[in-house]
């Protein structure tokens, strides 16, 4: 593997995870404020129907049969077809922010809009129902940060994705040149 290959794939890699694991961390120490408060049995009802609710759908759905494979492959392509701009800007590129199809991109950006409007909201919620929406959104992210590695190591040893790169129009899936 060159080494333009190699860290495409490594800051690739690494850069996704630690954008979720920043937030896993910062998210953690908000949903352990739960314990400081009295919580009744609905507060914990809550808790666990949330926290499961947010492991199906954002860690498993979101993350694991989306997310993950779709930033596996992409990063693949990156390691087949290593351009100097898009190595050093790899994880945004893996996330599909930037030389995505039109359709990645919009997606990427409006999930991050919507995400930003939860975000806001959450930041509303009394005590302990943040902490609780908080500890769902960790146990997702953590999730996600988990299959995105996999992913990403599964696809980059096996060298070959089935995953749709979702790359510009021009550009075929093995194609190596950038505009």
Same mark, same amino acid.
């Given at each position: 593997?060159?080494?333009?290959?190699?860290?495409?794939?490594?800051?690739?890699?690494?850069?996704?995870?630690?954008?979720?694991?920043?937030?896993?961390?910062?998210?953690?120490?908000?949903?352990?404020?739960?314990?400081?408060?009295?919580?009744?049995?609905?507060?914990?009802?809550?808790?666990?129907?949330?926290?499961?609710?947010?492991?199906?759908?954002?860690?498993?759905?979101?993350?694991?049969?989306?997310?993950?494979?779709?930033?596996? %492959? &992409?990063?693949?392509?990156?390691? $087949?077809? !290593? /351009?100097? #701009?898009?190595?050093?800007? @790899?994880? =945004?590129?893996?996330?599909?922010?930037?030389?995505?199809?039109r359709?990645?991109?919009?997606?990427?950006?409006?999930?991050?809009?919507?995400?930003?409007?939860?975000i806001?909201?959450?930041?509303?919620?009394?005590?302990?129902?943040?902490?609780?929406?908080?500890?769902?959104?960790?146990?997702?992210?953590?999730?996600?940060?988990?299959?995105?590695?996999?992913?990403?190591?599964?696809?980059?040893?096996? %060298? &070959?994705?089935?995953?749709?790169? $979702?790359? !510009? /129009?021009? #550009?075929?899936?093995?194609? @190596?040149? =950038?505009?």
């Amino acid at each position: 593997m060159r080494l333009l290959s190699l860290l495409a794939a490594l800051w690739g890699t690494f850069g996704v995870i630690a954008v979720l694991g920043f937030s896993v961390i910062r998210l953690s120490q908000i949903a352990v404020t739960f314990f400081d408060y009295p919580a009744e049995i609905w507060h914990w009802l809550a808790l666990i129907v949330w926290v499961l609710f947010m492991a199906y759908s954002e860690g498993y759905k979101g993350f694991q049969l989306a997310f993950a494979p779709r930033v596996a %492959a &992409r990063l693949h392509w990156l390691v $087949e077809n !290593p /351009k100097p #701009i898009l190595v050093l800007l @790899a994880p =945004v590129f893996a996330m599909g922010f930037i030389y995505a199809s039109r359709k990645r991109m919009l997606i990427s950006y409006l999930i991050v809009a919507m995400v930003l409007v939860f975000i806001l909201i959450a930041e509303m919620l009394p005590s302990p129902w943040r902490a609780i929406v908080d500890a769902g959104v960790v146990v997702g992210l953590f999730w996600g940060a988990t299959a995105t590695l996999v992913c990403a190591i599964r696809v980059l040893l096996l %060298a &070959r994705s089935s995953v749709d790169p $979702e790359l !510009p /129009k021009h #550009i075929s899936n093995t194609s @190596a040149e =950038v505009s």
